[in-house]
């Protein structure tokens, strides 16, 4: 199984549609992020959290919206999507307390909005 | 935006080759992440680096801290198909901090 988590895996939702995007780790880590990727731009952070009700801005946050509820559990939301919103979405984690950092990713979320 | 620089963009390479690709910037890193990501999958771990200096091996796959804490680099010998793919290099400056990627090498190897 895997350690994180993305649900789901694919959608297709509608212009002006609110749609959630769910990620889950089983690593135990404290830091989760998400990203988007476009083809040749490489991975963009949207937000991060470096703990439960911690949430802070990347580079790329309008628009978008996440909660922090658990530290397991790290959901990204769309309020009203818009079709250059289509990309591939991770999440990942990372361990603040171990003496090295690395992030490890979820297997993406494809969201296509027409 | 970006911060980190990865060449080639892309590379097209025969089987058995060995592959040389780079990331560089313009501030000091004091890790030095490398990802490989195939179609439909997120980036997975390949090698990390900690230690300016450092050269860490994974199989067919030896990664390098720069000196100059400014660049790192990966090479794969022997090339083999499976290693298709998108090679990402990540950056993190200090604790605390978060990573910074390239946009990635994408590399296809030629049977």
């Known amino acids: 199984d895997a350690d994180v988590t993305q649900t789901p895996r694919n959608r297709i939702t509608k212009t002006g549609k609110r749609i959630m995007l769910e990620c889950s780790q089983t690593k135990g880590h404290d830091r989760m992020y998400w990203y988007r990727q476009d083809p040749g731009l490489g991975l963009r952070l949207i937000y991060y959290?470096?703990?439960?009700?911690?949430?802070n801005k990347g580079e790329i946050s309008d628009g978008y919206s996440v909660s922090r509820q658990a530290q397991a559990k790290f959901s990204l939301s769309l309020e009203s999507a818009i079709p250059n919103q289509t990309a591939l979405y991770f999440c990942a984690t990372s361990d603040s307390r171990g003496m090295n950092t690395e992030a490890f990713f979820g297997q993406g979320t494809r969201l296509t909005v027409v | 935006g970006q911060q980190l620089n990865q060449s080639p963009q892309s590379m097209f390479i025969q089987e058995g080759e060995d592959v040389s690709m780079n990331c560089t910037s313009s501030?000091?890193?004091?890790?030095w992440l490398w990802y490989k990501q195939e179609p439909g999958e997120g980036p997975v771990l390949l090698i990390a680096?900690?230690?300016?200096?450092e050269l860490t091996s994974n199989g067919r796959l030896t990664a390098q801290f720069g000196i100059t804490r400014k660049d790192s680099f990966l090479n794969i010998s022997a090339s083999i198909p499976s290693d298709v793919g998108i090679y990402f290099c990540a950056g993190l400056r200090n604790y605390g901090q978060n990573f910074v990627f390239g946009p990635g090498t994408r590399l296809s190897v030629l049977p």
């Open positions: 959290s470096f703990d439960v009700k911690d949430i």
């Open positions: 680096l900690y230690k300016a200096g």
């Open positions: 501030s000091i890193f004091n890790t």
